[in-house]
């Protein structure tokens, strides 16, 4: 599999959604869901625009954090707080890291 055909739910709902208001400018991290996380919660058999409204509005912010991040940042053990005020707690294990 492509790397990008991993990625074709979070595409469909992003172009519709309307994150400027809430994302403007540079210098934000988007940890990016996988096709299988949108499959495992059923998500992948909703409309384009599902997380359009207030609600899925709120769950696409809870992938922002606020600063460029990169690799070496995502040490075991930090908290990251999202744009939809929610912590994320990186998980690192043998080099690859889960939020």
């Known amino acids: 599999m492509d790397y990008l055909s991993r990625f074709t739910h979070i595409t469909r709902f992003l172009n519709l959604a309307d994150l400027a208001p809430h994302v403007s400018g540079a210098g934000y991290t988007f940890f ?45 053990g930090t908290a990251l707080t999202t744009l939809g005020n929610q912590t994320l707690l990186v998980n690192r294990t043998k080099g690859k890291y889960t939020i």
Do not use: C, W
Request: a negative charge.
């Open 32 to 76: 990016v869901p996988t096709n299988v996380a949108f499959e495992e919660l059923g998500f992948d058999k909703m409309p384009d625009n599902y997380l359009s409204n207030a609600e899925g509005l709120q769950i696409l912010l809870n992938h922002f954090v606020k600063g460029r991040l990169y690799d070496k940042d995502l040490t075991n």
